[in-house]
């Protein structure tokens, strides 16, 4: 097959996150690069509609890269700056958060993808997101260990699984 050579710019962050994940495929980035490029045209092709997600071989190493931070912050501004200090940072993702390289803004994934809901960390930390805009979520969390209401006796059973 006849390869060409192209320029590829990508983010600090995420050059060395595709990099790792080469190393641990025990093959090339170069080869890396094609095969992720060739699953999204095959994607693309594709008639089903897929989630917007994050390619799964690129979030793994970023995840085992973070996992002590988002493991050890106390706090939302302790898990920013223990990003910031990595080249990231999350950012609000419609009822979520995503992570970004920093200070380019890039977005790399969710931090769902990485393990870590915003619900999850909302509710470890105590608080919702600096500025984030989903207010609503606070409250659902608050009450998600509420008990379930009790009904009338000798009314339909109801399960909540």
């Given at each position: 097959?006849?390869?060409?050579?192209?320029?590829?710019?990508?983010?600090?962050?995420?050059?060395?996150?595709?990099?790792?994940?080469?190393?641990?495929?025990?093959?090339?980035?170069?080869?890396?690069?094609?095969?992720?490029?060739?699953?999204?045209?095959?994607?693309?092709?594709?008639?089903?509609?897929?989630?917007?997600?994050?390619?799964?071989?690129?979030?793994?190493?970023?995840?085992?890269?973070?996992?002590?931070?988002?493991?050890?912050?106390?706090?939302?501004?302790?898990?920013?700056?223990?990003?910031?200090?990595?080249?990231?940072a999350?950012?609000?993702?419609?009822?979520?958060?995503?992570?970004?390289?920093?200070?380019?803004?890039?977005?790399?994934?969710?931090?769902?993808?990485?393990?870590?809901?915003?619900?999850s960390?909302?509710?470890?930390?105590?608080?919702p997101?600096?500025?984030?805009?989903?207010?609503?979520?606070?409250?659902?969390?608050?009450?998600?260990?509420?008990?379930?209401?009790?009904?009338?006796?000798?009314?339909?059973?109801?399960?909540?699984?």
């Amino acid at each position: 097959m006849d390869m060409q050579t192209i320029p590829l710019r990508l983010p600090e962050p995420l050059l060395r996150a595709a990099v790792l994940l080469a190393q641990d495929r025990d093959c090339s980035l170069g080869a890396l690069v094609r095969n992720a490029v060739a699953a999204e045209i095959k994607r693309a092709q594709s008639r089903a509609k897929t989630p917007n997600r994050a390619d799964e071989g690129l979030v793994d190493p970023l995840r085992a890269l973070l996992a002590a931070d988002f493991g050890e912050a106390r706090s939302w501004p302790d898990l920013q700056q223990r990003l910031a200090a990595k080249g990231f940072a999350l950012r609000e993702a419609g009822v979520g958060l995503a992570l970004h390289d920093h200070p380019g803004g890039t977005r790399l994934c969710k931090a769902s993808e990485l393990g870590h809901a915003y619900a999850s960390l909302m509710r470890r930390f105590g608080q919702p997101f600096p500025d984030h805009s989903q207010r609503w979520l606070e409250n659902r969390v608050r009450h998600e260990k509420a008990p379930l209401p009790h009904h009338r006796q000798g009314g339909p059973s109801v399960s909540h699984d």
